[in-house]
């Protein structure tokens, strides 16, 4: 299981790929405590044998073996760099500079590499205007921000929305249902620590209609 990013949100690095892999079933977002995923930026364009670097290995394998095998780094960087293309011209975000797409990956038993599911990196969202016409959730507020634990949710409109939390590299760490019809409502998060956190709200249908940044203290 792994995530990849079409950009480097961790070291800054130009021209690479980021990508967190973890053995087995173990959750790369949450992982047992003694469970080290791999991460490694891919370079975008191979132009070289080098065209990776590992900057953390995986403790569950042996020293100096790849979870990701170098066949499987040659394919993501082709599933990486046509996912990044395409989806840049459906969220219209060619020649936006902040704009990178986040997959979940994995490989199968019969050793193939499958693209599980794809989505725009969640920090892209917090500078950008919702994608749906409707204004009524564009007013929602959160406070306080930063929070601690929990933040507090007011909004005029009467409908329920799905929110969706990620880390700065993309991962989805909380989720969550609020129905606005029933006035204010709290988002408890004390599970998260502290940091700087993407959201993104939906309606049922799945339109984006907000989007922003909270961080915990």
């Keep these: 299981m792994g995530v990849g990013v079409s950009t480097d949100p961790i070291y800054k690095t130009a021209g690479t790929f980021y990508l967190n892999t973890q053995l087995g ?3 790369v977002t949450n992982p047992n405590a003694l469970s080290v995923p ?7 364009v191979s132009g070289t044998d080098d065209d990776y670097f590992v900057m953390n290995p995986s403790n569950q394998v042996p020293m100096n073996t790849l979870l990701m095998k170098e066949i499987y780094l040659d394919q993501m960087r082709v599933f990486l760099n046509t996912i990044h293309t395409e989806f840049q011209v459906l969220y219209h975000a060619v020649g936006k500079s902040g704009f990178a797409m986040e997959i979940e990956y994995k490989i199968n038993a019969e050793d193939q590499l499958t693209i599980k599911q794809a989505r725009p990196w969640a920090s892209y969202w917090a500078g950008e205007n919702p994608l749906t016409d409707s204004s009524a959730i564009i007013g929602l507020k959160a406070y306080p921000n930063p929070f ?7 909004c005029d409109c009467e409908k329920e929305i799905f929110i969706e939390i990620y880390n700065l ?4 760490v909380a989720a969550a249902t609020i129905d606005f019809r029933k006035s204010q409502r709290e988002l408890h998060l004390e599970q998260l620590d502290p940091g700087v ?4 709200g939906f309606e049922k249908t799945g339109g984006r209609l907000a989007s922003g940044k909270w961080v915990k203290i």
């Design 25 to 27: 079933a173990d959750l």
């Design 169 to 172: 590299i993309g991962q989805k």
């Design 38 to 44: 791999e991460e490694i930026l891919l370079d975008a």
């Design 197 to 200: 956190y993407f959201w993104q």
């Design 148 to 154: 601690r634990d929990v933040l507090h949710l007011e």
